[in-house]
């Protein structure tokens, strides 16, 4: 069976600091991965999607940068954390179209 | 543009009854997917239930039915018997098929009461 994994859990970090989330799958080949951001009690906002190896799509211009160095492996980064990028972080995956995502359990993320 | 509307922020239901959650969407595609997500207070993302468009049957899952209007674009999700473990947000997701992205509503947020 397919299995998402995200880390870490809960991140602080203070403001102009790095940034790296890491996602990784199990169980299936060349899915479509996903970073979602979402901000308390609101929806999820699309932050980059990818299809394949080295394969990146950003939705929406910010400081976040995101790689997809493996089949199965997907990287969120920023060089300089501001503190508006504080929030709850969701990496998920997806088969062949029409399939449902699978989410990981979240990075909680707060910015001192 | 594919958008996704939510219009009730926030929903109450008693114990044991029924509430239904509304979402409608717009979209020039044709083929096309439709899931309700349910987000307990531990944040992870539960699918709850899937529409084919293509399909006129609406799906039910247990508790859990929907009534996919495909001409009036809505997909509202029904929540029989309800349970406190059903307290949660709930995401309308649509997939337009071959855009390789989901679009999500804002949520509604459900509270169930004893």
């Known amino acids: 069976s397919q299995t998402i994994h995200q880390w870490p859990a809960t991140l602080v970090q203070p403001v102009g600091s790095p940034l790296s989330l890491e996602c990784t799958v199990e169980?299936?080949?060349?899915?479509?991965l996903y970073w979602y951001r979402q901000a308390a009690g609101r929806g999820l906002q699309l932050l980059f999607y990818s299809v394949g190896i080295g394969q990146i799509s950003s939705e929406v211009p910010q400081n976040l940068s995101a790689s997809r160095p493996q089949d199965r492996q997907f990287i969120l980064s920023s060089k300089k954390l501001l503190l508006s990028d504080s929030g709850f972080y969701l990496c998920?995956?997806?088969?062949?179209?029409?399939?449902?995502?699978?989410f990981g359990d979240g990075t909680r993320l707060s910015i001192l | 543009a594919q958008t996704v509307t939510q219009s009730q922020p926030e929903m109450s239901v008693q114990e044991a009854e029924t509430v239904t959650l509304s979402c409608t969407y717009d979209?020039?595609?044709?083929?096309?997917?439709l899931f309700w997500y349910k987000q307990p207070p531990s944040r992870q993302m539960i699918l709850v239930i899937r529409?084919?468009?293509?399909?006129?049957q609406n799906a039910t899952e247990n508790r859990f039915s929907v009534n996919f209007q495909k001409a009036a674009k809505s997909f509202s999700l029904k929540i029989s018997d309800s349970q406190l473990g059903d307290t949660a947000m709930y995401f309308c997701?649509?997939?337009?098929?071959?855009?390789?992205?989901?679009?999500f509503g804002s949520g509604t947020k459900l509270n169930v009461k004893p």
């Open positions: 998920a995956w997806s088969g062949t179209p029409s399939q449902p995502q699978h």
């Open positions: 169980g299936t080949s060349n899915p479509n």
């Open positions: 979209t020039s595609e044709n083929n096309y997917y």
């Open positions: 997701a649509f997939d337009p098929y071959n855009f390789n992205k989901f679009y």
């Open positions: 529409q084919e468009a293509y399909k006129q």
